[in-house]
């Protein structure tokens, strides 16, 4: 304790209260100290503490191309030192990709009405594989709720003729207001506003919507506009056309682009919230998966203030669709929806891609700003296969430890609701593969796992158009 500065006329009252505050500075520092403690061993019994920020975080400078110099400080040095004894998860070999799911299989999957038979192992074939480019307009009419897998032909072709009407009455809805009516309401001018802001820089670059006053354009916008009146409550929020527009390249038929764009919309719709609590809860899932399995990385992140993933915020918003270029992006999409465990698989991916990349952030201390714009830069770089591989295998890796924190175990993982013997036969054989060294199965065979030491210098620029991309949804 330090000497006490009183004079030699303090009064007894004044001596007390001194000695009261002395005693006290060392009870804070004291207890402080021991909740550190506390912290470190709940997070090595329990998983890291993920504190989720609050609805109020605005995600513009994360999503900004050119971070203010401000968020590259160094925080000052702690004066309690934790030494985390985590050991890093071991590196399992990546799984192969199966060959894609092409139309001689899918030809086999129907009855005589036109049924779609065995949906399960389609579904896993898929996500093994992927579908022939070629197959994708058949199939994913299927996958995103817009045909039934028992619906025959016919059915099928009546689905289609109610959906038309349907489609026709909501785009009369918006297309007749009036320019009286328009001037007394402000939520559909504020949502308008959004669409055409978004739809004339969406996607540019490619031939199917580059130019001007191109007609594909347009389309977007009335694809947009009409699923603002399909859906109210939710209407247009920033991000949206990036998931349409690959539609719409995809089908180039407006009908079917429309209505898979809802049956997309419905799996995600609590991506655009205003409040933003499924994307933020992510982003804290994220942080688990990322500090359970590299330890390491997650301590440079979270020293350099990032340990929030808001540089992840892009990927999680929309399903990595700028990540990726334009074909791989469909692979990546169709893998995601017909995953056949009980997770929200984009977690694993964007942790695959983090554990890939940690060489780089770690070995040049990267701060925020720097880890910003190298994510950024990553932009149409990244190797899909890799990614699905490595994906796959992290997953069945985490599952089979033996010391699964809680939170990962049962709010990410969900192994209490999905028992192995559920997964798919080839699935079932790569995780068994990896919790048993049994051999190599023929239909998912590993391959030489990636050298970490492989790391590129981050770019300067950052791709065009992450600048304007945030959450901005009209009341």
Known sequence: MRELELNETASSNQVYKKISVDFQDVYDVTLSGLSKVTNFLRGSVVGKPVSRPGAQTSKTAVLDATPPEHLCHRPAESDFEIYDLRKPLDKAAPVARDEKFTRALWETHFDSEGRVLRVKELQDRIFGGGCQPELRQEVWPFILNVYPWSSTLE?????????????????????????????????????????????????????????????????????????????????????????????????KDKLMAFWTFVGYM?????????????????????????????????????????????????????????????????????????????????????????????????????????????????????DLQEVLGNTESLFHNIRSQPDIPFNIRNNILRIADTPLSSLGSQHVIAEQTIMESSPEPESRDLVTPRNDDDSRDPASLLVENVSNMSIDQSQ
Request: aromatic share 14%; charged share 30%.
């Open 266 to 382: 419905d799996m995600v719709e609590d991506h655009f919230f205003l409040d933003q609590q499924k994307t933020q809860g992510k982003l804290a899932d994220l942080s688990s998966l990322v500090y359970y399995c590299d330890s390491e990385l997650y301590n440079h992140l979270e020293k350099e203030d990032s340990s929030n993933f808001f540089f992840c915020f892009r990927w999680l918003l929309i399903n990595f669709k700028r990540e990726f270029k334009e074909e791989d992006i469909l692979e990546l999409w169709e893998v995601i929806w017909t995953c056949p465990y009980n997770t929200d698989y984009t977690l694993f991916i964007a942790t695959a891609i983090l554990l890939q990349e940690r060489a780089p952030i770690i070995e040049q201390k990267m701060c925020f700003a720097d880890i910003l714009r190298y994510i950024n830069d990553l932009s149409q770089r990244i």
């Open 155 to 251: 059915e099928r072709a009546a689905i289609m003729e109610e959906k038309k009407r349907e489609y026709d009455v909501l785009k009369n809805q918006w297309k007749s207001i009036t320019e009286i009516q328009l001037k007394r309401f402000s939520l559909y001018r504020d949502r308008e506003a959004l669409v055409e802001k978004d739809v004339i820089r969406t996607d540019r670059t490619l031939d199917f919507y580059k130019g001007e006053n191109n007609p594909n354009v347009a389309d977007l916008y009335e694809m947009l506009m009409t699923y603002c009146q399909y859906n109210f409550d939710l209407g247009y929020v920033q991000g949206m056309s990036d998931l349409l527009s690959p539609l719409y390249l995809l089908f």
